[in-house]
């Protein structure tokens, strides 16, 4: 049996009975705390809060007035007459409550009513004024809003006037243009050529004149916006600068009448800019009614604050005894409430404490990591190992039930591992060894196609030399078919070398060559069949590995592609083949089809020799296969794959060729 101190049971009941004493601790000092604040206030409430709660009053009378300032502020609209009668109805509170009985014999009476009802004329005058200055920013704010609203409306015509001169030039200038192509003398050509000018120049100027109009706008939207001098005086000088380039921009403009439209409109929006009540000039009578405003508000603060501190006066002699009366329970209470806040203190420390090390650490923390590994384990993850945040586990003496289970997961994830691992070697050892088996049969077969098809080539070839020699007038003719008998011959050649592997030529290969080559070759497939090809610029891209053999790919790729695009059924649009290209090093080439796709194959094997989406008799299923092992002997690699959207991708990774390749 484990020993019951270094077990999980064990240290659960530990930490609970040390939670229970904490707690218990806990309550005892709080009721202690409690019992004394009670018997302090109760002799608190029997002696000087009746003081207190008229004090309370004048507080409630004074923030009458200060709440009428707030809503004076906050709607600076109200009308004059409720204001007053809303002053007067918060006076006549406070001197209500200053005439009770209860401050008749305070003998700071006399002082505090004099002081106070300085301070209620005097806000009375603040409030006043600040009523009618609010008056004045309302009208001036709706003059404002009419002057943006006049702004926005010339801006827009501005900017339309100025994109239809823009849209009619351009519109010459093309009609010129297409006269000056075509001109047959000098003269037809030279007038073109003047009016051509004229136009460009005329339509730079309009293009001055709106990107000027439109700073100008939004220079005077910026006014508007301004909050301060400085920031309006910026923008004014700005505004005027930006009105001499304007009008320089105008001067010798042509007699037409969409330019006199133009510069009616432009000299409305120089009056918002210079005329009388311009936005500029509106803007600084509305920052010196909003400094107005503040001052008002400032002496109508400060009023308030003295009649406030009046009456603060008043009631701090009724609160000094009530003062005195509650330091003495309040020192009771902070002293009992600084132990009470200190006994808490520990015992949260010491729960936490025993939260965090007894349970959350040495259990729930170990038994979430062991979940965790758990799940991991469960979705194939092998990686890691398990951390149980126990510094003790590792030792033995200190062994539990969750350091055993640690241990027992450790066992289990190796096992997995190594079984997960044998496993991949045996799938990989078994393509291999499939690969190997049918490139064996490969190169079994392309032997036998060699043998019998070299001989009636070798035959042919002599042939043709007799047939030159007899007839030179044939031999152009005799030459072009001696070209292809030699193609053919290589690529038996190439046939013969892609089961054993054997060495190629590896050279630099310019890759628009091969590609150019493939694409001539089917070019009368391409204009039969109407499919359009979208080729990246390949030029002066150079690869590494064999021109021929690297053709062979290409154009095995791209008929495959017109193939599997040739039997689509009632397709909705024309055939493309897109050939992208990804530089880097290596290179990576794609070429896609809107084809019929992969027929429901996978890419990795349609890569087997004989396995084709092709009908029967149309295709044998060895050029994809023979592509990919010309690909891997080149050092490169070929992948397909479908394409989501309907069709294939061939993607193709090329070694960059570099100079340390001919060493």
């Known amino acids: 049996m484990r020993h019951w101190r270094g077990s999980i049971r064990g240290r659960l009941l530990a930490a609970l009975i040390l939670v229970v004493l904490i707690a218990a601790g806990v309550l005892a000092v709080g009721m202690g705390v409690m019992l004394r604040a009670e018997n302090d206030f109760r002799t608190l409430a029997q002696d000087r809060i009746p003081a207190v709660a008229l004090a309370g009053e004048l507080a409630e009378a004074t923030g009458d007035l200060a709440a009428l300032a707030m809503q004076m502020v906050a709607d600076p609209a109200m ?26 014999a305070a003998p700071e009476r006399a002082a505090t ?46 900017q339309d006037q ?22 047959a003398d000098q003269v037809t050509r030279s007038r073109a050529e003047q009016a051509l000018s004229r136009d460009w ?5 309009m293009q001055q004149i709106g990107s000027e109009a439109a700073t100008l706008t939004a220079l005077l939207l910026q006014a508007r916006s301004a909050d ?49 009540g311009n936005v500029f000039a509106q803007q600084q009578q509305r920052l010196d009614f909003h400094r107005a405003a503040v001052t008002e508000l400032h ?88 951390q149980t945040h126990d510094a003790s586990a590792s030792e033995p003496n200190e062994r539990d039930e969750i350091t055993d289970m640690t241990h027992a997961v450790g066992v289990f994830r190796a096992s997995v591992r190594e079984r997960q691992q044998a496993i991949e070697r045996l799938e990989l050892t078994q393509r291999d060894l499939v690969q190997a088996g049918k490139m064996a049969a490969l190169g079994q077969m392309s032997a036998a196609i060699s043998h019998e098809i070299n001989q009636p080539l070798a035959a042919i070839g002599h042939r043709l030399h007799n047939l030159g020699a007899a007839h030179p007038d044939a031999r152009p003719a005799i030459a072009r078919i001696d070209a292809l008998l030699e193609r053919i011959t290589r690529t038996i050649g190439h046939l013969r070398r892609i089961a054993r592997r054997s060495a190629h030529r590896n050279g ?53 592609a017109l193939d599997a695009i040739a039997t689509r059924e009632a397709a909705l649009e024309p055939g493309l083949i897109h050939i992208e290209l990804h530089e880097g090093d290596p290179v990576r080439l794609s070429i896609r089809d809107n084809g019929i796709g992969l027929g429901g194959q996978s890419g990795q094997t349609l890569t087997d020799p004989f396995v084709t989406t092709k009908e029967p008799g149309k295709g044998l299923g060895l050029g994809l296969s023979i592509a990919f092992n010309v690909m891997q002997d080149m050092g490169g690699h070929l992948e397909i794959e479908q394409q989501p959207e309907g069709g294939a991708m061939v993607r193709l990774r090329l070694n960059r060729w570099q100079e340390k390749n001919n060493e």
């Open 79 to 104: 009308p004059a007459t409720p204001m007053q009668q809303a002053i007067d109805k918060a006076a006549r509170g406070v001197e209500a409550v200053l005439a009770s009985p209860v401050l008749q």
């Open 113 to 158: 009513r004099a002081a106070t009802s300085v301070a209620e004329r005097d806000l009375r005058r603040a409030l006043t004024d600040f009523s009618r200055i609010s008056a004045d920013l309302a009208q001036h704010a709706r003059a404002e809003a009419r002057a943006g609203i006049e702004l926005r409306w010339v801006h827009a015509d501005a």
């Open 162 to 183: 100025v994109q239809g001169i823009l849209s009619d030039l351009s519109f010459n200038m093309d009609t010129q243009l297409a006269a000056l192509v075509s001109a």
């Open 201 to 205: 120049l005329l339509r730079d100027r």
């Open 228 to 276: 301060n001098l400085d920031a309006l005086e910026q923008a004014r000088g700005l505004g005027r600068d930006t009105l001499d380039r304007l009008a320089l921009a105008q001067l010798n403009l042509p007699s037409r009448v969409d330019i006199k439209l133009l510069v009616q409109t432009l000299d409305k929006l120089k009056a918002l800019a210079t005329g009388e």
């Open 299 to 386: 002496a109508a603060q400060s009023s308030l604050a003295r009649m406030q501190a009046a009456l603060t006066d008043l009631g701090r002699t009724e609160r000094i005894g009530a003062q005195q009366s509650a330091d003495a329970a309040a020192a009771a209470i902070e002293r009992g409430s600084i132990w009470l806040a200190l006994v808490t203190l520990i015992g949260a420390i010491a729960t936490a404490a025993i939260l965090a090390i007894f349970v959350h650490r040495r259990i729930l923390l170990r038994i979430e990591a062991l979940s965790a590994d758990l799940r991991r384990i469960a979705q194939g993850d092998l990686t890691g190992g398990l």
């Open 508 to 560: 630099c290969v310019p890759l628009a060559e091969p590609m150019q080559a493939a694409l001539e070759l089917l070019d009368h497939r391409l204009r039969a069949e109407g499919v359009r090809v979208k080729c990246h610029d390949l030029s002066d891209l150079q690869v590494a590995g064999d021109e021929i053999l690297l053709e062979q790919v290409l154009l095995n790729i791209l008929g495959n």
